[in-house]
């Protein structure tokens, strides 16, 4: 156990989240008493939105990073630099350990380093693997982040009490942590998010090509395009900061497909069952009872430190 001073305990008590969507009112609603939570709203609509969910909500920067010790920029990674400097500017403290929640992580060191430098703050990167196709704060919810994997980047190599502090924050809005570089980051979910949501919207371009047929859906036409729903500005920015990685995923797909237009063309059942069984087995390990409290591993065998 720690002591009562220890990093954790004393640094990480006020947390100002930058963003009040989904992901960030999400974070304030799953709040402890270990933390109090500030949330920062551009639009005074989203900050009224907040206020009826019960939160402490501002449109004001200066008065939301006022007495901030974790500063979390919830906003699309575009906006994540000009957002952080001007959080600097209305007066964010010293001591403020600044991470976010982007899905791509190389482009937010690089941009957010040569601020951070400059200013001499901290920077780790976060990614909970959390949300869902709609978004907006009228979507947050308390629960959000039980057993979501949540991925830290540390590529500037900030002191190891400072990176167990927030791996332990987001532990303990019931998040499995896993430590890795921005470039593992970027191709693990190029692979495992990115690509999948691309699956979904071809899926939902092709089978709902005539929209009258949608009728005749089922719940495997649903399930398989459900994220196709997400927000298109949101997931073209996603698509595009990561497209090197993706890139990659739709070649190894395109090959894939070309596997099975053969199969069909050939007729040859044994074969067709066997790629189906290889595909389900690789579906089953998602299932709930596999995945129930998984302890995450490291993605690579190197210190968290030194990333």
């Known amino acids: 156990m720690r002591p009562a001073n220890s990093f954790f305990m004393s640094a990480l008590k006020h947390i100002t989240i930058l963003g009040g969507g989904l992901l960030g009112g999400s974070i304030a609603l799953a709040q402890s008493n270990k933390h109090t939570f500030r949330v920062w709203s551009r639009r005074d609509a989203a900050t009224h939105e907040a206020l009826?969910?019960?939160?402490d909500a501002?449109?004001?920067l200066a008065a939301a990073v006022a007495c901030a010790n974790l500063l979390i920029l919830s906003v699309p990674v575009g906006a994540m630099a000009p957002l952080l400097a001007n959080a600097i500017a209305a007066g964010l403290p010293e001591n403020c350990l600044i991470?976010?929640?982007?899905?791509?992580k190389h482009l937010p060191h690089q941009t957010l380093r040569p601020i951070v430098s400059a200013a001499g703050y901290d920077f780790i990167g976060s990614?909970?693997?959390a949300g869902g196709e709609?978004?907006?704060i009228a979507q947050a919810r308390a629960d959000l982040f039980l057993n979501a994997a949540c991925l830290l980047t540390n590529d500037e190599n900030v002191a190891a009490e400072k990176c167990q502090a927030l791996e332990e924050f987001w532990q303990s809005l019931g998040c499995r942590t896993s430590w890795c570089s921005s470039a593992d980051h970027d191709a693990l979910v190029a692979r495992i998010?990115?690509?999948p949501h691309l699956?979904?919207?071809v899926g939902a371009t092709v089978a709902l090509?005539?929209?009258k047929l949608s009728v005749f859906g089922g719940g495997g036409l649903r399930d398989t395009t459900r994220v196709a729903s997400g927000n298109p500005a949101m997931w073209a920015e996603i698509l595009l900061e990561n497209r090197e990685c993706l890139l990659e995923n739709l070649h190894e797909s395109l090959d894939e497909m070309k596997t099975v237009m053969q199969l069909l063309e050939s007729g040859d059942f044994p074969a067709m069952q066997c790629w189906l069984s290889r595909a389900k087995s690789r579906r089953d390990v998602l299932s709930p009872e596999k995945r129930a409290y998984q302890q995450l591993q490291p993605l690579n065998s190197t210190d968290r430190t030194d990333h």
């Open 52 to 55: 009826n969910l019960g939160l």
């Open 58 to 60: 501002t449109s004001d």
């Open 99 to 104: 991470t976010d929640v982007g899905s791509v």
């Open 127 to 129: 990614h909970p693997m």
């Open 134 to 136: 709609k978004g907006g």
């Open 193 to 195: 998010s990115h690509f």
């Open 199 to 201: 699956l979904a919207c």
């Open 209 to 211: 090509k005539d929209p």
